[in-house]
């Protein structure tokens, strides 16, 4: 007891946290239903480091975004080479796409991925300095099919983890044709009204003003209100191609609303932007966000090759997710088994191990409970059943089972039981 009085604690570092039961086992389910909705749009996981060469991002996210220039985790290994723990996904699936000459592969590419990301952002809630992903990609095709087949599997999963009133928010960031007389004449504009906007959006000016419309201060706010806006700029191409992604998306019965002024915060975006965002969410609404990005493994020295994408952000999905898909994940039933007396132990060892082999969850008494503490556990473990190992039922071959909901108790066979299980 002194030592542990006397003895400082560690705890996690600041803007981490631990996941703990309960709450890892619905993250589990939420992940898996994920993975299964992804895998039945074709999409197969690709699992990337989390340490990556700094330059990856640099030249990737690009040097004038807040990510790399104030919210990177980056050190020094042992050799001195300057490395960075991810901020994001969707670069090393570029880098991993190059390095393995992945253009060989059958196109499109499908691909998806989940972990965690780090940033040096101020913690607060929903916002951490490490956070958890989950996101694909598609990669090798132009076809608007694709930006749509993106959003309809963004909808599906949100859907089925029962949803119902998120935002769709879309809109169209140009491309190399369109958006160079766009940025220009906004420039001007901005230039004329430098005297209102914040020291980091004159400073966004010269290297990518169409960030300003991400600004949260209120003067920079109050002044993108009156600027040209990119969807009334958008050349032959790019038009005909959000056209079709909206047409897709009605025609799917998807609703997503246009947001003029969204624009996503990395350098490498073109055309199609969107994000989800939930009312219930507070300052930090976004809960994931994407777009289409096809200049990006040519900037890494790949082949010219169109993709698109989107990251989810699961701690923030977790903390609006409904309560049915809560429930049903922590929903497993559960066999308690509970040798009556010392000498019933290992005969409980095995049941229990029978049991699971039915694929149901078993959990033993190892530490010799009396009955009324273990029927205490049970209840605050919520526990379905509890199979009772007893004088009578070692000697008989049978079972007592008690259904912890009804309070209903019987005794069986214990093959009967066992079978009743499957
Ligand atoms: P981004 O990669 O910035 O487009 O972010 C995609 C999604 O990740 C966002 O919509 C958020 O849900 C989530 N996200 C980004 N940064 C954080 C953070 N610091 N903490 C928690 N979630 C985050």
Known sequence: MSAS???PRVNAVKGTRDILPPDSVVWQAMEQKAMRVFSRFGYREIRTPVMEPTELFVRSIGESTDIVNK????????????????PEGTASVARAYVEHNLRLQPHPLRLYYLGPMFRYERPQKGRYRQFYQI???????????ADLEMLVMVHRF???LGFR??????????????????RAELTEKLRAKKDQLCQDCIQRLDQNPLRVFDCKVPSCRETVTSLPLIGDHLCE??????????????RAGISAGRDDGLVRGLDYYTRTVFEVVSADLGAQNAILGGGRYDRLIQDLGGPETPAIGFAIGEDRLMEILPDSFREASLR?????VLPLAPEYLPEAETLALQIREQDVVAVLEVDGRPVRAAMKYADRMTFDRVVFLGEDEVAGGT????????GEQSAMERDVFLNSLT
Not at 332 to 336: A, G, I, Q, R, S
């Open 5 to 7: 009085k006397k003895t």
């Open 135 to 145: 996101g694909a990609e598609i990669l090798g095709t132009e076809s608007p099919s």
């Open 332 to 336: 497993e039933p559960v066999c308690y």
């Open 158 to 160: 949100l859907k089925e």
């Open 71 to 86: 919210e990177m985790y980056e050190f020094k290994d042992k050799k001195g080479r300057s490395l960075c723990l991810r």
């Open 165 to 182: 009133e998120l935002s769709i928010l879309l809109n169209s960031v140009g491309c190399d044709q369109c958006r160079p007389e766009y």
């Open 237 to 250: 191409g790019c038009r005909e191609h959000h056209d079709r992604v909206v047409e897709g998306l009605q």
């Open 399 to 406: 079972v007592t089972v008690k259904e912890m909901r009804t």
